[in-house]
T-cell receptor, first 112, second 112 residues
Framework: QKEVEQNSGPLSVPEGAIASLNCTYS??????FFWYRQYSGKSPELIMS????GDKEDGRFTAQLNKASQYVSLLIRDSQPSDSATYLC????????????FGKGTHLIIQP | DVKVTQSSRYLVKRTGEKVFLECVQD?????MFWYRQDPGLGLRLIYF???????EKGDIPEGYSVSREKKERFSLILESASTNQTSMYLC???????????FGPGTRLTVL
């Protein structure tokens, strides 16, 4: 059984600071890694995808992947109150159309 | 923009009823997925399909069936609804392979 672990939070970060969200996964064969943002009552919205070791930056967001440690992280720079949401880490085992395995999410609160 | 639509945002049904949840995507994606999301349990994969008339069981297929007669449409069927199927149901679609999945707005189903 594939597992994806996240700290449920809440993680409270002051406005303007860096928010750091972490995720570990159990399946060493995982190939694709995603971060989704989900506002209360809404569906998940893709923030970042990452497929190879290292960092990937997109605006205020940076995804980091370390396959040897089976670890994925998401950094949010200059955090804004609108970043307050639940962040879901998702992992795909690779190949074919297998569905994603999701973590339970980290609830992030940005304090004004 | 990818658009995934679901037939209802809110649905209330009685125990034992047959329930159909419809999902339509307009991006000609091969892959389609059905998840349910519950507090404390996160998102869990029910069924997925990688082609018309093809289906694969996910992690929690019991009590559900699916139908994919056309590429753009993927239906989730609850043959005899039970109270433990009260949940948020999310449909997603993606291109071939372990690629980004795009979610519909979700259907909140209540079974009384």
């Amino acid at each position: 059984q594939k597992e994806v672990e996240q700290n449920s939070g809440p993680l409270s970060v002051p406005e303007g600071a860096i928010a750091s969200l972490n995720c570990t996964y159990s399946d060493r064969g995982s190939q694709s890694f995603f971060w989704y943002r989900q506002y209360s009552g809404k569906s998940p919205e893709l923030i970042m995808s990452i497929y190879s070791n290292g960092d990937k930056e997109d605006g205020r967001f940076t995804a980091q992947l370390n396959k040897a440690s089976q670890y994925v992280s998401l950094l949010i720079r200059d955090s804004q109150p609108s970043d307050s949401a639940t962040y879901l880490c998702a992992v795909n085992g690779g190949g074919g159309a297998d569905g994603l395995t999701f973590g339970k999410g980290t609830h992030l609160i940005i304090q004004p | 923009d990818v658009k995934v639509t679901q037939s209802s945002r809110y649905l209330v049904k009685r125990t034992g009823e047959k329930v159909f949840l419809e999902c339509v995507q307009d991006m000609d994606h091969e892959n389609m997925f059905w998840y349910r999301q519950d507090p404390g349990l996160g998102l869990r994969l029910i069924y997925f399909s990688y082609d018309v008339k093809m289906k694969e069981k996910g992690d929690i297929p019991e009590g559900y069936s699916v139908s994919r007669e056309k590429k753009e449409r993927f239906s989730l069927i609850l043959e005899s609804a039970s109270t433990n199927q009260t949940s948020m149901y999310l449909c997603a679609s993606s291109p071939p392979g372990p690629d980004t999945q795009y979610f519909g707005p979700g259907t909140r189903l209540t079974v009384l």
